[in-house]
């Protein structure tokens, strides 16, 4: 499996529903970060490759119960549980965004269109001097839910990548829950969250999430842990991109101390302590906080693709 990545050069899930748990609804009520940027870029645009679909709601059939449960199952099977269903989550929405709240979130947007453009121009010229094509994803902006071509989308899921279309999707609120629940603030700290998912676009480019999506469906077994190490790979090649940003002067120290304190924040095993009290390796399907950080340092420190073999005698 670890060849076809290969492919993508040295230099450089399916349907991604991070498990960041039912705290990271983003509260309305709770303001988003007042943001301070520290990593070196220049605001002033918009990419090209941004979706802005907040004030559009879609509505779906689906209870928040059913939801959940679809959730669950896609965590397990994949995202074809969802996209083959007729049923799909309710999704709810607060209508246009008030006028003092886009420009409030016009920073942050300005942000994560410099993220996408500067992660996937750094994956672009990974696959060109590999003679690959590298299609650009799509990043979706949307406010509590909108429709995605893996199926409905809600704020709870999280930050996801959708392979059926392409596109990751965000509800910006997330970010100040990175921050207040999760204890994972600082503007590369949220740039790790969006590399994270370009790096799901990486692996969809060179067939690695319908490989292990072929072998999740022939070996239940090992669903999780295959889940796992695509997700860890994922990691690894955000600390890819991290490297390269780190090489050509984007970053400031403490910025990758951010990276690794998000990816920590995010793992497995600091969600169910804090959600159950407990925690039950054999449910991981992200990894735990330790493997997340190591992931995303291995990326980083090496710089290169091939370090990235997370599959390595799975």
Not at 174 to 202: K, N
Not at 275 to 300: L, Y
Request: include cysteine.
């Amino acid at each position: 499996m670890i060849d076809a990545l290969r492919v993508a050069g040295a230099d450089a899930a399916h349907r991604d529903e991070e498990s960041y748990g039912s705290e990271a609804v983003p509260s309305r009520r709770a303001k988003l970060l007042l943001y301070y940027p520290a990593m070196k870029w220049t605001p002033g645009g918009r990419s090209t490759n941004l979706e802005d679909r907040r004030g559009r709601g879609m509505g779906g059939p689906l209870g928040i119960g059913g939801g959940l449960v679809m959730l669950i199952l896609s965590l397990i099977f994949g995202p074809g549980i969802l996209s083959d269903s007729g049923d799909q989550p309710a999704v709810e929405s607060r209508g246009e965004v008030a006028l003092a709240d886009s420009a409030a979130e016009e920073p942050m947007v300005q942000f994560v269109s410099f993220v996408l453009d500067d992660a996937q121009s750094t994956w672009q010229g990974a696959f060109q001097r590999a003679g690959g094509e590298f299609r650009p994803a799509k990043l979706v902006l949307f406010r509590d839910g909108t429709v995605s071509g893996c199926g409905a989308a809600q704020s709870a899921m999280g930050p996801f990548y959708c392979p059926l279309d392409e596109k990751v999707y965000v509800d910006l609120g997330f970010f100040s829950e990175l921050d207040r629940r999760f204890g994972a603030p600082g503007d590369f700290a949220q740039a790790y969250v969006l590399a994270h998912e370009i790096g799901h676009h990486v692996q969809h480019l060179l067939g690695m999430d319908a490989q292990v999506r072929k072998r999740q469906g022939s070996d239940p077994g090992i669903a999780n842990q295959l889940s796992v190490m695509l997700e860890l790979q994922a990691d690894c090649y955000a600390g890819v991109w991290a490297h390269s940003a780190n090489e050509r002067a984007k970053l400031d120290p403490g910025d990758i101390d951010e990276g690794l304190g998000a990816a920590s924040a995010v793992g497995d095993d600091r969600i169910q302590r804090r959600t159950t009290g407990s925690v039950n390796v054999d449910s991981f399907t992200h990894g735990s906080a330790q493997q997340r950080a190591q992931w995303f340092r291995r990326g980083f420190e090496s710089g290169n693709s091939s370090a990235c073999d997370t599959f390595a005698g799975g």
